[in-house]
């Protein structure tokens, strides 16, 4: 499956964005697909996931109540809508797919095979 990231930008503390990840070779219903991020001179780090199979969700806890996973299965995407955005969330966003695999698996990305290019998403003060 290839994945393709896209939606980022730069806005002001508050705002909202929507990325998107589109796939194209497979049908995304048969992987969990998650989101990380990687700020400068960090690590990568999980953002959320979505367990296809039965819809279950998963989110670090920095962004639990201001960020979105969800499914389009007519479109075959993900998409991830962020609220709220501050300084702390700039970051390269990426979205990563692998086939359904335990949940305890999902929150790290060694777990994923497949991954997007990655979108800039920038939130000034």
């Known amino acids: 499956v290839q994945l393709q990231a896209s939606g980022g930008g730069l806005v002001q503390a508050g705002d909202s964005l929507r990325l998107s990840c589109a796939a194209s070779?497979?049908?995304?219903?048969?992987?969990?697909v998650g989101w990380f991020r990687q700020a400068p001179g960090e690590e990568r780090e999980f953002v959320c996931a979505?367990?296809?199979?039965?819809?279950?969700?998963y989110y670090t806890d920095s962004v639990k109540g201001r960020f979105t996973i969800s499914t389009d299965s007519a479109k075959n995407a993900v998409y991830l809508r962020m609220n709220s955005l501050k300084p702390v969330d700039t970051a390269v966003y990426y979205c990563?797919?692998?086939?359904?695999?335990?949940?305890?698996?999902?929150?790290?990305?060694?777990?994923?095979?497949?991954w997007g290019q990655g979108t800039q998403v920038t939130v000034s003060s």
């Open positions: 070779g497979r049908t995304l219903s048969h992987y969990d």
């Open positions: 979505i367990n296809w199979r039965g819809g279950s969700t």
């Open positions: 990563a797919a692998r086939r359904r695999m335990p949940t305890a698996m999902l929150r790290s990305d060694s777990s994923y095979d497949y």
